[in-house]
């Protein structure tokens, strides 16, 4: 499998950003890491390896970003108007500079988004942000209105980066045809009791993974309070075009 390590100093952040690609061809899919997460949890968590033959097939090309979560709206000492505005940087990094380094690798238009937990909002909101761009988002167990991270503030930075925000009010014919033209997959989880931390999913090459890896066309993903939640499988949800 080709992986890639890639790191550069991003002018829409003013920071080093650092992120891992899995894959060589394929639909390209943009991974969001959960809350505060860092770009190789991915690969830590199993993900890839349960992707593994559809990566190595080249149907599918894994881009896995990095968070700025604990410098934006996780930050909860700053105001939220600069959190805000640091999220807002984020996208325009993702943007205008991880978007580009995709299409000078992969020259396949079909753009995925995906994630879990906070990556889920990430995904969502850059997917309805941007739907010219991106023809898929995968956005399971997310927060999609970020204005209770904000104590009831907000301004242009916190409306226009808040999907039930900014799709509520979207009016542009354009914006609008392109929205139509996507297809979103979003999921809520139902926990159930388990003890165990592992599953395994025929579906997926058998493979196994803990917290995030599948097991017969779900993941679990393991809590310290419900033990067990069970999502549909990104894995087979990302290969259904």
Known sequence: MNR???????????RHMDLLIFGHAGARALVFPTS???FYEWEDRGMINALR??????????????SVDTESW????????????????YFEYLHNEVLPLMNQKNSNPYLI?????FGAFHA???????????????????????????????????????????????????????????RSSSRWATPIRSSSTRAICPGCSGAKASVMGCG??????????????????????????
């Open 113 to 117: 988004t995906a994630g879990m937990s």
């Open 124 to 182: 969502m909101s850059f997917g309805l942000k941007y739907p010219h761009r991106v023809d898929r988002i995968l956005a399971i167990a997310g927060l999609y209105d970020i204005r209770r991270f904000t104590g009831g503030y907000s301004d242009d930075y916190v409306y226009f980066n808040n999907p039930m925000q900014f799709i509520a009010g979207e009016n542009d014919p354009g914006r609008l045809a392109a929205l139509q033209h996507q």
């Open 36 to 38: 505060m997460g860092k």
């Open 74 to 89: 996780y930050c909860w000492w700053a105001h939220p108007g600069g959190r805000a505005y640091r999220h807002h940087q």
């Open 53 to 66: 033959e559809p990566i190595e097939k080249g149907w599918l090309q894994l881009y896995c970003v990095d």
């Open 4 to 14: 890639e390590y890639h790191r550069w100093y991003s002018p829409s952040l003013n």
């Open 216 to 241: 017969n066309g779900t993941v679990g993903v393991t809590t310290g309070r419900t033990g067990t939640a069970w999502f549909p499988c990104i894995c087979l949800a990302m290969l259904k075009r």
